[in-house]
Nanobody, 121 residues
Framework: QVQLRESGGGLVAAGGSLRLSCAASGRSVSSFVISWFRQAPGLEREFVAASGSVTRYADSVKGRFTISRDSAKTTVYLQMNSLKPEDTTVYYC?????????????????WGQGTQVTVSS
């Protein structure tokens, strides 16, 4: 079983940058897709970006966010540039054990606890 832990959230002014980290422990995640989602209160979890056998981005973050992995394949990063107030929410990383579109939360088997990102206007 894998454990995922997010870090790197915080408060930033609009136009600024943050880098989120998703550290995996318990076993290797090199063979699996790790993605970032975000969820605002009262709304469904929204796909942000996927890394692994595929690299995908939500249209709302294309050109601003970049997903990557470290060389040891134990940490997945989300570099967020040109942040907007509407990017404010809790961000989660998740691992999918089986192939799919990777864009829906139901496709994922393990989740981290989330990290808060707040972008001030």
């Amino acid at each position: 079983q894998v454990q995922l832990r997010e870090s790197g959230g915080g408060l930033v002014a609009a136009g600024g940058s943050l880098r989120l980290s998703c550290a995996a422990s318990g076993r290797s995640v090199s063979s699996f897709v790790i993605s970032w989602f975000r969820q605002a209160p009262g709304l469904e979890r929204e796909f942000v970006a996927a890394s692994g056998s595929v690299t995908r981005y939500a249209d709302s973050v294309k050109g601003r966010f970049t997903i990557s992995r470290d060389s040891a394949k134990t940490t997945v990063y989300l570099q967020m540039n040109s942040l907007k107030p509407e990017d404010t929410t809790v961000y989660y990383c998740a691992e999918a054990l089986t192939a799919g579109s990777y864009m829906y939360s139901v496709e994922y088997d393990y989740w981290g606890q989330g990290t808060q990102v707040t972008v001030s206007s």
